[in-house]
């Protein structure tokens, strides 16, 4: 006999399911005026310092399609590298939004700053990056993943240099398709799958 | 409480006792689930931090949703609960001061959403959704009414057992997690493909709310506990050192 672990288990995930806008997103839902002040409608306030730029892209699904029903929450640092709540963060920048695939095209679009590199336990600098969690009916458990950017030097990156198929590295890196302009798409599944993350 | 950002990285994962992402009774899973495995890494601080909300975010009704949909006017039909419950981290420390949000049917079954076309009608007086945040000892609880179960276009002839869907934030982005808490006693767990997504049946137990009568007030409302658990971090004084000391 030894003595006993007494941790506890993380409770295990459930789909969010094909309403999950309701809860997360009420006015998105049709439920406009619910609450006081919906959370996550912006990662920025007017003033935020940095490059204010905004991504667009699809949730694809294994046959191609884009999904309709996705909600995507992000987290990032401010244009210094300080997240909300660190000594000196840009009071402007929270930092973190929500947002969902057009019900009509399944586009979304994320309008934020432009993040500072922070870096890793140990000292190494991660080439600045947005932190992705998505979730949809029949997504089990929350995607993780990140949102780098192709005008960065993604060269020295913890993350970026632990893909072994360097062919995949570019399903994490936003291309640029105008002044503060980028595309970044997600494949769930098949050709071009994203990079998900268990971190 | 020791501030967050002196702790070590996050716990890894237990991806065992989570749903694997494909599952081919749960038909939507099929084209949804990545086929490559998922990278692995010690957490950042882009895990480990993660956004916080006030309780000033919250408004009075905001966890009562008997009452929210209507601002007090009216209540919603239904069977009258208490969800209630504190929320954990893996080092069986309460989470304090962080924001859980439900959503679910109506008692008949139904949701408030554009896309939800069941037979069972809409209640007027009912929107759906709540939110708060826990306390200092990481206690939630909610007024709502019992969803019913309701059928959904899988196989055949699939149920939805009654479920409240709830979302928790940690503190750190990284712990974010979407889960559902089934009723005691309902039948439909067992022919329910979502559900049986999670491959332990012990795990699948950890998410069905004991009737919790000592909670109940009488004349008035029953109560389900509830306990969420949430990746913990790990923390040691080794953890702050400098690499390679």
Redesign the interface.
């Given at each position: 006999m030894v003595q006993k672990l007494?941790?506890?288990?993380?409770?295990?995930?459930?789909?969010?399911?094909?309403?999950?806008?309701?809860?997360?997103m009420?006015t998105y839902?049709?439920?406009g005026g619910?609450?006081?002040?919906e959370?996550?409608t912006s990662p920025i306030a007017d003033g935020a310092k940095g490059e204010v730029i905004e991504i667009t892209g699809e949730v694809i699904?294994?046959?191609g399609?884009a999904?309709r029903?996705a909600l995507i929450?992000s987290?990032?640092?401010d244009a210094a590298g300080k997240?909300?709540?660190?000594d000196g963060a840009d009071p402007a920048a929270?930092?973190?939004c929500r947002f969902a695939a057009d019900?009509e095209s399944g586009l979304f679009t994320l309008r934020t700053v432009k993040p500072g590199a922070?870096?890793?336990?140990?000292?190494a600098m991660?080439a600045p990056?947005i932190?992705l969690?998505i979730?949809?009916?029949?997504?089990?458990?929350?995607?993780?993943t990140?949102i780098y950017f192709e005008d960065e030097d993604n060269a020295n990156d913890?993350?970026l240099n632990?893909?072994e198929q360097r062919n995949?590295v570019d399903t994490l890196i936003a291309r640029k398709v105008g002044e503060g302009q980028y595309r970044f798409d997600i494949r769930?599944?098949?050709e071009g799958?994203?990079?998900?993350?268990?971190? | 409480m020791s501030d967050n950002r002196d702790l070590g990285p996050l716990v890894p994962r237990n991806r065992a006792i989570h749903p694997p992402a494909y599952d081919i009774d749960y038909k939507t899973s099929v084209p949804r689930s990545p086929r490559w495995s998922l990278l692995s890494m010690e957490s950042t601080p882009s895990e480990e931090t993660g956004p916080r909300f006030g309780h000033s975010l919250i408004g009075d009704l905001d966890n009562n949703l008997i009452l929210n949909f209507t601002r007090g006017k009216a209540p919603a039909v239904g069977e009258r609960i208490l969800m209630h419950g504190r929320v954990l981290e893996e080092m069986g420390r309460p989470v304090p001061h962080t924001l859980v949000e439900i959503w679910q049917a109506n008692a008949g079954g139904r949701y408030r959403h554009k896309k939800d076309t069941y037979l069972a009608p809409l209640d007027p007086n009912f929107g759906g959704c709540g939110r708060t945040i826990t306390d200092e000892n990481g206690y939630y609880e909610f007024l709502t009414i019992r969803p019913g179960a309701y059928p959904w276009p899988n196989r055949a002839n699939d149920w939805r057992p009654m479920h409240i869907h709830i979302s928790v934030f940690g503190h750190s982005f990284g712990q974010r997690l979407i889960t559902q808490m089934y009723f005691e006693g309902d039948p439909l767990i067992d022919r329910c493909p979502i559900a049986a997504t999670i491959k332990d049946r012990s795990q699948l137990d950890r998410l069905v709310a004991p009737l919790d009568m000592a909670h109940s007030r009488p004349l008035d409302f029953l109560a389900y506990k509830f306990d969420i658990v949430l990746r913990g971090r790990r923390q040691t004084m080794f953890e702050n050192k400098l690499e390679g000391m």
């Amino acid at each position: 006999m030894v003595q006993k672990l007494d941790y506890l288990v993380e409770s295990p995930s459930q789909t969010a399911g094909p309403y999950v806008h309701i809860g997360l997103m009420p006015t998105y839902a049709g439920n406009g005026g619910y609450y006081a002040t919906e959370i996550g409608t912006s990662p920025i306030a007017d003033g935020a310092k940095g490059e204010v730029i905004e991504i667009t892209g699809e949730v694809i699904d294994g046959t191609g399609w884009a999904l309709r029903d996705a909600l995507i929450e992000s987290w990032q640092p401010d244009a210094a590298g300080k997240f909300a709540g660190q000594d000196g963060a840009d009071p402007a920048a929270a930092g973190h939004c929500r947002f969902a695939a057009d019900a009509e095209s399944g586009l979304f679009t994320l309008r934020t700053v432009k993040p500072g590199a922070v870096a890793a336990r140990g000292g190494a600098m991660q080439a600045p990056h947005i932190s992705l969690w998505i979730v949809a009916r029949g997504i089990n458990t929350g995607l993780q993943t990140r949102i780098y950017f192709e005008d960065e030097d993604n060269a020295n990156d913890p993350l970026l240099n632990r893909i072994e198929q360097r062919n995949r590295v570019d399903t994490l890196i936003a291309r640029k398709v105008g002044e503060g302009q980028y595309r970044f798409d997600i494949r769930l599944q098949g050709e071009g799958e994203t990079v998900f993350l268990d971190i | 409480m020791s501030d967050n950002r002196d702790l070590g990285p996050l716990v890894p994962r237990n991806r065992a006792i989570h749903p694997p992402a494909y599952d081919i009774d749960y038909k939507t899973s099929v084209p949804r689930s990545p086929r490559w495995s998922l990278l692995s890494m010690e957490s950042t601080p882009s895990e480990e931090t993660g956004p916080r909300f006030g309780h000033s975010l919250i408004g009075d009704l905001d966890n009562n949703l008997i009452l929210n949909f209507t601002r007090g006017k009216a209540p919603a039909v239904g069977e009258r609960i208490l969800m209630h419950g504190r929320v954990l981290e893996e080092m069986g420390r309460p989470v304090p001061h962080t924001l859980v949000e439900i959503w679910q049917a109506n008692a008949g079954g139904r949701y408030r959403h554009k896309k939800d076309t069941y037979l069972a009608p809409l209640d007027p007086n009912f929107g759906g959704c709540g939110r708060t945040i826990t306390d200092e000892n990481g206690y939630y609880e909610f007024l709502t009414i019992r969803p019913g179960a309701y059928p959904w276009p899988n196989r055949a002839n699939d149920w939805r057992p009654m479920h409240i869907h709830i979302s928790v934030f940690g503190h750190s982005f990284g712990q974010r997690l979407i889960t559902q808490m089934y009723f005691e006693g309902d039948p439909l767990i067992d022919r329910c493909p979502i559900a049986a997504t999670i491959k332990d049946r012990s795990q699948l137990d950890r998410l069905v709310a004991p009737l919790d009568m000592a909670h109940s007030r009488p004349l008035d409302f029953l109560a389900y506990k509830f306990d969420i658990v949430l990746r913990g971090r790990r923390q040691t004084m080794f953890e702050n050192k400098l690499e390679g000391m």
